[in-house]
Antibody, heavy 116, light 110 residues
Framework: EVQLVESGGGLVQPGGSLRLSCAASGFSISNYWMSWVRQTPGKGLEWVANIKHDGSEKYYVDSVKGRFTISRDNAKKSVYLQMNSLRAEDTAVYYC?????????WGQGTLVTVSS | QSALTQPRSVSGSPGQSVTISCTGTSSDIGGYNYVSWYQQHPGKAPKLMIYDVTKRPSGVPDRFSGSKSGNTASLTISGLQAEDEVDYYCCSYAGSYAWVFGGGTKLTVL
């Protein structure tokens, strides 16, 4: 079964850092672009970042550039999102998703709350 | 990277057809054929329903179809069923390796 499982979310103070992890199973992530998408509570979806198969290309939404870093370890079948200088507006459920042009497999999401 | 515009809600009766619009610009929807649609149940992850404007993933009923005209993409659901009453989101490539979603539409089956 194709599955993505996120972890690492939690409560963090403004200005703090958090590292999200996404563990894949049931397929080889080395064959796919991988992405992070977030959803503000009660609101819509927002694409955050994506990374090419081999990690050679990474792209970000403007609002997180310079603060967030996406990475991957294909040997560990994992994708990561390092989030620094967190702001209240970063509060959201963060989903790991498979794909670049469309997202055909999603994790269950991990909640990140930025609050003092 | 402005969000795509979707109606907040649409409704239809069982058996009828409904269309959800997704309006962007020539820099996103109008410029590329990379529009996808997602269905989301409350508290659950989104599910891919349509990709590349018109293509349907394996397992998605053929009641769901996608189209595009100019800067507006559409998702049409025919033969409306009670189980279709959830949220729908569109997504488009926006150039410069960026992707943008719509604000979401709540479908009500009357």
């Amino acid at each position: 079964e194709v599955q993505l499982v996120e972890s690492g979310g939690g409560l963090v103070q403004p200005g703090g850092s958090l590292r999200l992890s996404c563990a894949a199973s049931g397929f080889s992530i080395s064959n796919y672009w991988m992405s992070w998408v977030r959803q503000t509570p009660g609101k819509g979806l927002e694409w955050v970042a994506n990374i090419k198969h081999d990690g050679s290309e990474k792209y970000y939404v403007d609002s997180v550039k310079g603060r967030f870093t996406i990475s991957r370890d294909n040997a560990k079948k994992s994708v990561y999102l390092q989030m620094n200088s967190l702001r209240a507006e970063d509060t959201a459920v963060y989903y790991c998703a498979r794909g670049e042009s469309w997202f055909d497999c999603w994790g269950q999401g991990t909640l990140v709350t930025v609050s003092s | 990277q402005s969000a795509l515009t979707q109606p907040r809600s649409v409704s239809g009766s069982p058996g009828q057809s409904v269309t959800i619009s997704c309006t962007g610009t020539s820099s996103d929807i109008g410029g590329y054929n990379y529009v996808s649609w997602y269905q989301q149940h409350p508290g659950k992850a989104p599910k891919l329903m349509i990709y590349d404007v018109t293509k349907r993933p394996s397992g998605v009923p053929d009641r769901f179809s996608g189209s595009k005209s100019g800067n507006t993409a559409s998702l049409t659901i025919s033969g409306l069923q009670a189980e279709d009453e959830v949220d729908y989101y569109c997504c488009s490539y926006a150039g410069s390796y960026a992707w943008v979603f719509g604000g979401g539409t709540k479908l009500t089956v009357l």
